[in-house]
């Protein structure tokens, strides 16, 4: 892996390298956006039991926490997001949601550039970026000619004209 940039952009003249390293590629980020997402998902639960703990803790123990009757539970529940541990683990958690996001996204530019790279593939088999094999003023002479033998084609052909005739109205 070289650097994001890198990663996403193609270079057309080397759509070889590009398709065998796409593979690696998305294996590559799709183990990233797994492991970003399970430390997303253990931090929160290391958060959820945080923050449980301490409800039950302010409940049990108010007066160590300023109150002289037990709080309500919409009092605990504030004084609880008020702790260090849980702003720590809160802020963590965020970082992780936008790691997870980042990754997420870069899954979808790599989805963008596989169907670029199948396009791409697909316009040079066809000899899009090949010389021309016949030159232009010949090509268009060619052309010219065979408008011209079908026109004639079809003013021999009476189906021809009828389906003409139906078809103009």
Same mark, same amino acid.
């Given at each position: 892996?070289?650097?994001?940039? /890198?990663?996403? *952009?193609?270079? &057309?003249?080397?759509?070889?390298? @590009?398709? +065998?390293? +796409?593979?690696?590629? !998305? ?9 970003? @997402? ?5 931090? &929160? =639960?290391?958060?959820? !039991?945080?923050?449980? #703990? ?8 108010? =007066? ?5 009757? %037990?709080?309500? =539970? ?8 008020? $702790? /260090? ?5 809160? +802020?963590?958690?965020?970082?992780? !949601?936008?790691? !997870? %996001?980042?990754? &997420?996204? %870069? ?29 232009? #003023?010949? $090509? /268009?002479?060619? =052309?010219?000619? $065979? *408008? /011209?033998?079908?026109?004639? %084609?079809? +003013?021999?052909?009476?189906?021809? $004209? ?8």
């Amino acid at each position: 892996m070289m650097g994001y940039k /890198e990663d996403i *952009s193609i270079n &057309k003249y080397s759509l070889d390298f @590009e398709l +065998q390293r +796409q593979s690696n590629l !998305v294996d590559t980020y799709g183990i990233s956006l797994a492991l970003n @997402e399970y430390r997303r998902d253990k931090v &929160k =639960d290391r958060l959820d !039991v945080l923050k449980a #703990e301490l409800f039950i803790d302010i409940k049990m123990n108010f =007066d160590d926490y300023g109150f002289d009757k %037990s709080p309500t =539970d919409t009092l605990t529940k504030a004084t609880v997001d008020t $702790q /260090e541990g849980v702003i720590r683990l809160k +802020q963590k958690y965020r970082g992780y !949601v936008h790691r !997870v %996001s980042a990754w &997420k996204a %870069s899954n979808i530019a790599l989805a963008h550039k596989r169907d670029s790279l199948k396009g791409l593939y697909h316009l040079f088999n066809s000899g899009y970026w090949g010389d021309p094999k016949i030159p232009i #003023e010949h $090509q /268009e002479k060619y =052309d010219k000619s $065979q *408008s /011209e033998n079908y026109n004639d %084609s079809i +003013q021999d052909d009476k189906l021809m $004209q009828k389906r003409r005739r139906i078809k103009n109205g």
